[in-house]
């Protein structure tokens, strides 16, 4: 069940009606209920995947929290982390392991007959693993108490607005707001709907809309050259903004109605002045997690530099593995870490530079040149993440840069790349409004749903409905596009 389908819309509403009914003390059972009949609506039997997974993680926290000595507690630690990720290295990357083994032994000229592995990847194992590993690990180091209630930690792990995509939630922040529900409280319901109201207007206007050229082009990329080639991947990289900060507005806002309150998934992060600091903002509870329970435990950068990098590395290749069970999934988390280590190593270069040729870096022109440095990078790294393969990979970058055709911005031939000249056109506006909205998004105390607050009663709901009839009209529905996915919700 997608929060951009129909059955969605009427179970939400029943969701949010029967749980300001139910006692207090008792709004996590239902919500349980719910979340776990909201998973089974994707595969029934592979909710006993999710039940293995939080009786793994409930019964490791428990005996971590009794263990009296720090061998007994990493032991412990070792053996639940061992079962989580072997659940999900069997089901996502079995056939990925199997077929390069085979693949090396062919090499070697050694035939073998490769065993077949049939398996449906369970929706968001990628991400309640990760909750899971938190747990633990967060009760190992004492920053959380080992929960008793059983019930408790399997709602942590299955929350249904955060099971398939996000945000990856910490323990310390979600169990306290389960164990202290909150009331009913307009304000609060009215900032989640509106949340969710522009997290499906970047979901059905702009990204599903982008994806109608990005595949035409991807899947045929021997056809097209030059600015076409560039534009898809421009396109491409507006979608899965799009797409997945669509994804994780839902889920916070829709969280906030139930009384819950996430952490920021995105931050602007088109506006990053470097691949760093672009990480700092795209999917911030990935990149948090990454540096929290791996990059950290690793040695960081306390063990000098080389070190320091490596590290670097081994966390993007983690994290391009972590996408997807593929080797173009693994260049393009090589590429980010390749990206930080390089700008690392240059930075002493550079700002030599910069003083020898007396550069002011405060000025808006350099901050707007970073910026799109940065994302020109963060874009070539875009087209391995979105070819089939890596070989294609290489291609598509080769077919962007070995021709030059201008000409495709006055001949109308923009227009037969998926998109017809008025959806191309309705794809511009809404990309223009994401710019504007992000441009103009100010801290938490300022954001332009408190600033839309402040006005009067009929402009604000001339433009709620507004919005809302915008999306309706404009958004990408029916047979003509897959109305499947989030793309996260393959990962």
Known sequence: MLFNSIPFLFFFPFVVLIHFIVPKNWRWVWLLGVSYYFYMCWNPLYVFILLGSTVITYTGGLLIGKAENVSAKKTILAICLALNVGLLVFFKYG????????????LLNIRIVRPEFDLLLPVGISFYTFRSISYIMDIYRGDVQAQKS?????LYVSFFLQLAAGPIERAKNMLVQIDNPQPFDYDRVKNGLLLMLWGLFQKLVIADRCAMLVNHVFANYEAYRGFQILTAILFFAVQIYCDFAGYSDMAIGASMVLGFFP????????????????WRRWHISLSSWFR???YIPLGGNRKGAFRKYLNVLIVFLVSGLWHGAAWNYIIWGALHGGYQIIGSLTLPFREKARSLLKVNTETF????YQQLVTFCLVCIAWVFFRASTANDGIHILWNMVREWNPWIFTDNSLFNLGLDAKNFRVAVFGIAVLFLVDLFRADDKQKLRGLLSQ???IFRWFVYFAALFFIIIFGIYGPAY?????IYTGF
């Open 292 to 294: 929290d329970y791996l």
């Open 263 to 278: 952490k920021q998934n995105f931050n602007k992060p088109y506006f990053a002045v470097s691949v760093q600091d672009f």
């Open 365 to 368: 022109s350099f901050r707007l």
């Open 150 to 154: 059983f019930g408790r930690v399997a």
């Open 95 to 106: 056939n990925f392991i199997v077929d390069n083994v085979v693949s090396f032994l062919n």
């Open 482 to 486: 897959d109305a499947s996915s989030f």
């Open 455 to 457: 006005q009067g009663i």
